[in-house]
Every structure is written in C-alpha cells, then in structure tokens.
C-alpha cells in the first residue's frame, strides 16, 4: 500500500461526537451548545436570513425586473461533425438522433450546429439549422429539412 492509498482512506470515516461524556472528552457539561439561550434547547432551529426581527433584506429592497428565462424555448445542440457516425445516405431525425446518444430526450428540440466537417450525405430532420450547419449538410449533397 503506497501513502496516497493510506491518506484517501484515513479521514474518509470520522467517528461521531459523542457529547455529554464529561470534561475529559472535550464536549461535557454544555456539550457544544454554549450557556442557556434558545440554542442550547432541543428543537431551537434558526432561519438562514433571519435578523432578528429587523427588516430583512431582501424586503428592505425594491422589486426590480422581469426575466425571460422560463419562457425561452430551449434546445439540445448536436454538430455537424457528430453526425460523421451515421451511415452515408441515412436518414436522421429526433428519434435516430436519440438512439445514438446524442441527445438526451427525443421529446425535445433539437438544433443542428456548424462545427465540424461533413462528408457523407445525409438526409437531416430538426426543428432548427444555423446558417452554417445548413450550408455544409447541402454541400455534402444531403438535405436539411425543418419540422
């Protein structure tokens, strides 16, 4: 066994504090909790932003802007030099696309990208092209065609 092996596995289980054990152990007495108080009671939790009893902040400041994000419509990406695996003269949608890994949901949109080189000719079915990718399936003398 080298000394690599023996550090990953020495603090990988710490034993539990046991508390209330008396002074010698180190967690007697108050056991951690500090003297009287709301925190030395069982059940005391405490909310993260809570100021006790002062505005808060986030009420303290004003409302301000609208973002669009959750009405984005989002697509998974592929390149053109992914589409390299299939056979020349395959016919490619969402569903082939998903079989071979490439996306991970055949139920969502599917954007094709130009990175990469194309040399088979390939019959490409998505809900979008870029410029790019679309002039390179084209040029390979296959087709692109939007849902």
Same mark, same amino acid.
């Given at each position: 066994? #080298?000394?690599?092996?023996?550090?990953?596995?020495?603090?990988?289980?710490?034993?539990?504090?046991?508390?209330?054990?008396?002074?010698?152990?180190?967690?007697?007495?108050? @056991?951690?909790?500090?003297?009287?108080?709301?925190?030395?009671?069982?059940?005391?939790?405490?909310?993260?932003?809570?100021?006790?009893?002062?505005?808060? #902040?986030?009420?303290? #400041?004003?409302?301000?802007?609208?973002?669009?994000?959750?009405? &984005?419509?989002? @697509?998974?990406?592929?390149?053109? @030099?992914?589409?390299?695996?299939?056979?020349?003269?395959?016919?490619?949608?969402?569903?082939?696309?998903?079989?071979?890994?490439?996306?991970?949901?055949?139920?969502?949109?599917?954007?094709? #990208?130009?990175?990469?080189?194309?040399?088979?000719?390939?019959?490409?079915? &998505?809900?979008?092209?870029?410029?790019? &990718?679309?002039?390179?399936?084209?040029?390979?003398?296959?087709?692109?065609?939007?849902?």
């Amino acid at each position: 066994m #080298l000394n690599h092996e023996i550090t990953s596995i020495a603090g990988k289980h710490t034993h539990r504090r046991r508390v209330g054990r008396g002074s010698g152990s180190g967690h007697g007495k108050t @056991c951690g909790r500090g003297h009287k108080g709301a925190g030395s009671r069982a059940g005391s939790t405490s909310v993260t932003l809570y100021e006790g009893g002062q505005m808060p #902040l986030f009420r303290r #400041l004003p409302k301000r802007g609208f973002s669009n994000y959750k009405f &984005a419509t989002r @697509c998974e990406i592929v390149n053109v @030099c992914q589409l390299e695996r299939f056979e020349d003269g395959a016919t490619i949608g969402v569903e082939q696309l998903s079989l071979a890994g490439l996306i991970d949901n055949n139920k969502s949109k599917v954007k094709i #990208l130009g990175k990469g080189d194309l040399t088979k000719k390939l019959q490409v079915t &998505a809900h979008k092209f870029s410029k790019n &990718a679309e002039q390179k399936i084209t040029a390979s003398g296959g087709i692109a065609n939007s849902i």
